[in-house]
Structure formats: C-alpha cells, structure tokens
C-alpha cells in the first residue's frame, strides 16, 4: 500500500530550490573566474557570483532563522546507528530488489547517511566557502583588519578546494534522489511536497 | 557762421580719423596679436626693459632680472638647470652631466649640440659657471608664441643673426625676435616643457614613449587630462611648479602614493605629481571591486594601455654596433621602413620603432640605481641594465608598473670593464656622427668624462627602463579584466601574486577534477548495475 506523507513545506522547497540554483549558478561562475572556461566574460562572471554569493547570505539567514523556529534542525542530528546498514543497501541491496531499510517519516526526514553528508555540509564545507569567499570579497580592507600577512592565494586555494568538493556532491546528490521508492519519487517529493512511500 | 564752424569740425575729425587710419600699415592691422589673455596682473608689452631689440639670450635674462630678482636664484637650484641630482637614497650622483644612457649615450664632450635643451645660455664645455644668472635662460620656458628656438650646436644660444651653420654647410639658421617674444611671456605650456622633453634621445617621442610632440594638442583619447579641446591640461598642472622647482622626478619617482588626494594646506605640505595627488587611492566610484587593485597595480598599468598612441613612432632598440656603414663613395647613408621611418644611420646604427606598444610590466617601488660610468661591469649573456628598477611584490611600496624597455649596444672598454662615452656630435674631426671613426672618438669622449680608457673597445648590450606615466586614456578604454585576469594576459610574467583566472593551484585543480570525475564515474557505474540486475 502507497501511503502519501506531506514531507517537505512550501519554505522548505523554495529555500532547497533556490538554494540549489544559486549553488549551481555559482559552480558556473566561479569556474569561469576560475579559468576553467568561458561563457559570460571575466568582468560578468564575478558581478554574478557576487551578486548570487549576497543572494545565498540572504537566503540563509531565512533558512537559519526556519530551521531554528520550526525546530527542524534536529533533522541534522547525527546518529552511527544504522549507518552501516544504509551503507551496505546502497553496495548491495539495491541491486537485489531489497526494500529500502530507510522509511523516512516527518520526525525522520534524513537516513543516517543524508544527516551524516548534510552536516558535513553545514558545519565543514559552507564554513570553508563562506569563510574564504569573505575574505576573498574584501580584500582591499585586509590590511586595515590586521591580516597583511594574508596571502590570497591560500584564501584562492581554500575557495577553490569548497568549490570542487560542493561540485562532487552536486553530482553525487543528483543521482542518489533516484534511490528512493521510485526513481522519481525523491525529486517529485521536493517539487510538490509530498512523498510517496512504501 | 555756426553751420560752417562745425562743418569744419566735422572735416578736420574725418582728416584725423583717416590719418590715424593710414598711419596704421595694413598689414599690422591685420595680423595685430590677440589680446594677450592675461592670468598676471603684469602685462610685459608695456614694460619699457623689454622693448629694446636684443642682441642675445642674456640681455633678455638681465631685464627679467631687474625686476624678478630671485629668480635666477631658484633656478640655480634646480635639475634643470644643474643637470646633476644627488639621490638621496643610493647616494649616486645623477643627473645629466653625470649619467650613461643607452640613446646618445653621454653629454660629455658634446656639450654644444646636447644643451640646446639646458635652461642656460653658453653651457659649451666642462668650464660652463653654473653661478652665472644672467645664462638662465627664462624664455625656454615662459615662451608663448612658439618663436623661441635653441638650435643645437650653439651651447644653448639663441640666433639674433641669420647664420649658416654648421659654417660651409649652405643651412641657414633664421634669426628670433627676442623682443618679442620677451614681451609675450607667460606661464609654461605643453608646448615649451615638450620643446625639450617630447624631443628627448635627439628626435621626436625617441625616448619616452608616452611623450612626443602629438602631446602638444592632444585629443582626449590619446590623454584624457591634456585634451586641448577638453580639460587642456598643461604640463605643470600635474607637475606643480613652485619657486621654480618642479615637483616629480625620474631619479626618485614615487611608485606608490599611500596619501590620499592632495589637500591645500594639508600639514604634509607634500606636493606629488601622483594620480593619486588628485583622485585619491579609492577613485572607482562605480566599481568599487576596481579599487581594490590599487593595492597591487599603478593607476598607469590600466590607464595607459599602450605608449606611442599619437601617431609618432618611438625607439624601441638602438645597435651602435652596426654604426659606420657608409655607400661606395664613403658617403653616410640612412634606411628607412616602409612607413618611411629612419631604421638605420651610418652615425648611429641601427633602430628599431614602434607605434601603439603595449608596454612591459614590473614590480616598482621608485628605488633607481644607475650603472654610471665608473661602475665596474660585467660583460654577461644577460643584459646589463642602464637603470635597475626596485621593487618586489613583498616590500609593501611596490606597485606593478607599466614599462617601456629600452635595449641596445653600445661602447663598452672589456679592459677597463666600464662603459664608454663617445664624442659623437660636433663638427670637428673626433666627432663620431661626422668622421665615423670609433678611435678617435672614444678617447676624446672618455677624456672629457675624466674617465680612463684602456685603447680598446667592443659593444654591449643594455638595457633602460622607463616608467610610463603619459598618455592617460579615457576611462571607456582602461584595460579589461581579461587583459590581465587570464592565462596568457598583459601580467603573464609577474610574479608574487595571485591573480584569478592566470592562477590555480595544480595540484588542487588535478585533485578536484579527478575526485568530480571519479564520483561521476562511480554513480553512473552504479546506476549502470542497477538498471542491469533490476532487468533480471
């Protein structure tokens, strides 16, 4: 029997969406600044990233402010419990038509793995992109905050290094939302809300 | 009675007039001068001191003398007229009297032809009086109606005189009106400033690059602060003249001005001929991400995107070695380009020119050393630098400067390991650019320096750099980011810092695209597997 679970709320599916098409829109940018490639020009690839760098600040501080009234951060928790049990459904039971050992539920909307990632992603990897993308916006004001000795291209490698691993994860993320109960279910999920599960 | 006394009246007004009129001769009154726009509160032509005709350059001086008596004075302290400049820094004496270039190489021995260009009169030989007020020359400067001429060859002399020189030549110098010309006098101009330094290296934009006699009456892309028929700066509103000591300098130029824009009466009292000066160190109002680069780069690296810009073509090489060629009737000869350009002179060797060059760039912190004559040095596969340029990314008063970078060979004594100063100009025996004759010419030249010459010479290959700071474009035409910001870009060869879209890391770049690849690779792998054993 299908059961449909009212999963993800209207807030919670702007700030994933338009989180994901800032996040992508700033791999695209900052690539091209980069030197990976060309597409807009040097001059408008960073007046956008600029610009969709403040957009993400500002969407944060929405998403910030949500989770901590809704107390939906506990979704971040981490657990080991479990963990090596997803590990071993995505290695092998996957491939053996085994069900999923993962029902997600509105007090549980992550596996352990998801809470694992997205926590790495919250407290470790936005931590190192923010950090070094402040620093990388003000440069002209480092002196006169006492960090001359401050050498951008340390700050250049550290942005850079967030860049690669948020790209790895996009990639990975876009295909594991085809794990859920059908392939389309994950995506369907966050697009109207509801969630279709076993 | 009454109607017949102011009929006659009226004729003898009418008669007057006429006589009044016909006593002006036509021709004056057509090309009367115009009204002298006076920013003075002294119109010279009335003055009755200047209304003599006079015989010499001197006289002219003695009258300006009795009424601005400590002229001369401030002069006398001056570059222009010392030509010798104590750097304050590396102790090295400087200045024109004493430096070695790699143009002309050297003022001594030809004092005559080179100081047309001092501020003097009669600076002939090593005995010149440098105390002597009445051979400051005022007019060289303060001239205004373009008549002022120091042909060179006289020592700095003006002609009064029709002449012929070089005598038995056939050329006629034409003689000046000092009069004149004493009588129009007024502030400096683009003109006089560029009668000497847009000729510098002994022709038109030769040695500068960002200064030739298209800056005279520049439009506003060629300099964005001259345009005639805009802002119509003159030289001296950037090099601010004061008590006739002209602020900027080559031999310690400021590279990086940390003041902020000039105030009047700022306690500093400071007076740079800096961008900065005017603009201040945070000028992009609309983009404010452009002031972040006044860090790292000179005003001058983007807003000057090339030299020679204004249609004069500038020297970029000079080989002395090839000097000396002559035709089969031992005649000097000259080769030109197809632009009809000089490329090579029997005198002089051989050039190379360019228009619109893109300038070279270097970390500069002002600091100048020169090879001067009495240096030892070093014949090397490298270059030897006529002026060493300091500065590096790490010294915190370095900027990234643009450069014209001029090479050539010259005179070198292998024994005595110095450079050489030739006699190349006058019209004597020993002059190289008459007689051609190397051995001749060193000896008397390296005489005249004071310098020991060994009897033998071979040439060198050198090098002198030349900060830009001319011909400032407008802003619409300042570099784009990727002139720079880019692989293979304007700074390819700069080094000490990062600059986004030349810079990676290689290791981070290789690691990061193998690990985005690999996790692609692994989830279509997986996805691969499970559409296969999902089919079973």
Redesign the interface.
Known sequence: MIQRVYMFRRFERFWHWSQAGLIIFLLLTGFE???AYANF???KA?DYHVIAAWSLVGLWIFAIFWHLATGEWRHYIPTRKNVMVMAKF?SSG????EPHPFRPSLVNKHNPLQRLTYLAILTMLSPLIWFTGWLYLF??DW?AWGL?KL???WV??GH??G???M??FL??H???I?TGHKVTSQVKAMITGWEELD | MKPVFARVALGMCCAAWLAVAVAVPADEAKSAPKPLKLNTTADHTKFKELQNPFKSGPEVTKACLACHTEAAGQIHRTKHWKWEYLNPDTKQMLGKKTIVNNFCISIASNYASCTSCHVGYGWKDANFDFKSEENVDCLACHDTTGNYKKPPGLAGNVVTKDMEFPPGSGKILKAIDLSQIAQKVGKSSRDTCGACHFFGGGGDGVKHGDLDSSMSAPDKELDVHMDATGLDFTCATCHKTSSHDVAGSRYTPMAKDTKGAHMSGRADNGNPASCVACHGNGPHKKEPRLNQHTAKVACQTCHIPAFARGGVATKMTWDWSTAGQTDAQGQQITRKDAKGRITYESRKGDFTLAENVKPEYAWFNGHIEYTLLSDKIEKTDQRTPINKLGGSPTDGKSLIWPMKVFRGSQPYDPINKTLITPHTAGNDDTGFWKNLAWDKAIPVGMKDSGAPYSGKFEFIKTEMSWPITHMVAPKEKALGCTECHTKAGRLAGIEGVYLPGRDANKLVDTAGWGIALLTLLGMIGHGVLRVIRRKR
């Not at chain 1, 996957?94 to 038509?97: G, T």
């Open positions: 600044i980069h030197g020009g040097f001059k960073v995505y996957i491939f053996k038509h440069y002209a002196a001359s050498q951008l291209e250049a490698v850079t290094v860049a690669f691993l790209l790895a990639i990975s876009l295909y594991l085809t």
